[in-house]
């Protein structure tokens, strides 16, 4: 049950993209389609923003978008707003009813 | 509205024993799986463990097995985490999450527990 791997932070201007990456195994990322990611605010529960790799929940902007290539999955957020600035973290499952967490990703907006 | 709400976080001693509660509402609770999430303050997120909906499969991390034991009465709605022999490392807030889609969708606002002498 090791973490998924991702930069420990991200930056972008205001309108550009940005794409984060989430490393993991053979045992998680690479033998499933069930990554996920979570927006998460100083001081608040966590958001989820994509499921099964690249499903949007309803409301969740079409801005956010998901991949995946072999054992990494990536995070694209596209015209960056000041309100995407927060910690993201991605989520695989791993099997038998568990699940990991990446070590999280400061995206900070210039 | 789907909401989750934790109680029975505190401060309790290295080797002590804690009951966390999350009362769920808005939503068909024993048709939902659930889990057990904490985050270390300033530090990032970690999966402890999942229920079933009949309770009948239960799942923990390495970090928390044999230690921490999940359960739910679905004719309260409610969810539980019994923790005991804590540690300094358990110091955490403590979220209750539903998961659908192997994702976890919804999350309580998280309950704080300090294991400290």
């Known amino acids: 049950q090791s973490a998924l791997t991702q930069p420990a932070s991200v930056s972008g201007s205001p309108g550009q993209s940005i794409t984060i990456s989430c490393t993991g195994t053979n045992s998680d990322v690479g033998s499933y389609n069930l990554v996920s990611w979570y927006q998460q605010h100083p001081g608040k529960a966590p958001k989820l923003m994509i499921y099964e790799g690249s499903k949007r929940p309803s409301g969740v902007s079409d801005r956010f978008s998901g991949s995946k290539s072999g054992n990494t999955a990536s995070l694209t957020i596209s015209g960056l707003q000041a309100e995407d600035e927060a910690d993201y973290y991605c989520?695989?499952?791993?099997?038998?009813?568990?699940?990991?967490f990446g070590g999280g990703s400061k995206l900070t907006v210039l | 509205e789907v909401q989750l709400v934790e109680s029975g976080g505190g401060l309790v001693q290295p080797g002590g024993s804690l009951r966390l509660s999350c009362a769920a509402s808005g939503f068909s609770f024993s048709s939902y799986t659930m889990n057990w999430v904490r985050q270390a303050p300033g530090k990032g997120l970690e999966w402890l463990s999942y229920i079933s909906r009949d309770s009948s499969d239960v799942f923990y991390a390495d970090s928390v097995k044999g230690r921490f034991t999940i359960s739910r009465d679905n004719a309260k709605n409610s969810l539980y985490l019994q923790m005991n022999s804590l540690r300094a490392e358990d110091t955490a807030f403590y979220f209750c999450v539903r998961d659908q889609h192997y994702a976890f969708d919804y999350w309580g606002q998280g309950a704080l527990v300090t294991v400290s002498s």
């Open positions: 989520c695989s499952y791993a099997g038998d009813n568990t699940w990991v």
